[in-house]
């Protein structure tokens, strides 16, 4: 069983719509919870980190932790185009080891 | 704030030949480091981290080695590589916590 695990997709979804991202984690003593964004070619960007149950706010973007059902998400309020990426969840236990999952490709189409 | 360097942007190097990437930590002290490998389209896989000068923990066994000689300095190695050691590398600098990242702008990995 994979430690992270994501939907590759790709997800289309057209501008304007609400984009879901979803995560599921195999270690159930994880503690902090991150979603970056990747652009081709370039280095992933932290955009949320969440680390108790329940949501998290930061303008478009809403992260959702169930630490009982171990899943992790990622929605995206009023899409752009400008959002198109691969969207890369990832998970920490606290110590010095941090696994990212493989990656949802996102397009935003205009 | 936090910046990383890391060099060069872009490889091509014969299957066999040696390899060297280095990365440089600027705006902080004692930092933990990582390096990752993406394959194309594919997540990032772990492949070293270090908490201090000269300790390395190795995730992955391969043909791979890092060193940590000073305390903002972080390289990966090869004697010989593969071409499955093709891909998109990362250095990374990672807060104790976890609640800050910060990567390199990668180093793109041809071996043919």
């Known amino acids: 069983q994979k430690e992270v695990e994501q939907n590759s997709g790709p997800l289309s979804v057209p501008e304007g719509a609400i984009a879901s991202l979803n995560c599921t984690y195999s270690d159930r003593g994880s503690q902090s919870f991150f979603w970056y964004r990747q652009y081709s070619g370039k280095s992933p960007e932290l955009i949320m980190s969440?680390?108790?149950?329940g949501d998290k706010e930061d303008g478009r973007f809403t992260a959702q932790l169930n630490k009982a059902s171990q899943y992790v998400s990622l929605l995206i309020r009023d899409s752009q185009p400008s959002d198109s990426a691969t969207y890369l969840c990832?998970?920490?236990?606290?110590?010095?080891?941090?696994?990212f999952g493989a990656g949802t490709r996102l397009f935003v189409k205009a | 704030s936090q910046t990383i360097h890391q060099w060069p942007a872009t490889l091509v190097q014969p299957v066999g030949s040696p390899l060297s990437l280095e990365c440089t930590v600027e705006g902080t002290s004692n930092p933990n480091l990582y390096w990752y490998r993406q394959a194309a389209g594919r997540g990032l896989q772990l492949l070293f981290y270090?908490?201090?000068?000269?300790?390395i923990s190795s995730e992955v066994p391969q043909n791979l080695s890092a060193s940590r000689p000073q305390d903002r300095q972080f390289i990966l190695s090869s004697k010989k590589l593969l071409l499955s050691d093709s891909g998109f590398y990362l250095c990374?600098?990672?807060?104790?916590?976890?609640?800050?990242?910060?990567f390199g702008q990668g180093t793109r990995l041809t071996v043919v």
């Open positions: 969440i680390y108790s149950n």
């Open positions: 990374a600098w990672i807060n104790g916590a976890g609640t800050e990242a910060f």
């Open positions: 270090s908490v201090g000068i000269g300790q």
């Open positions: 990832a998970v920490s236990g606290g110590g010095f080891k941090t696994i």
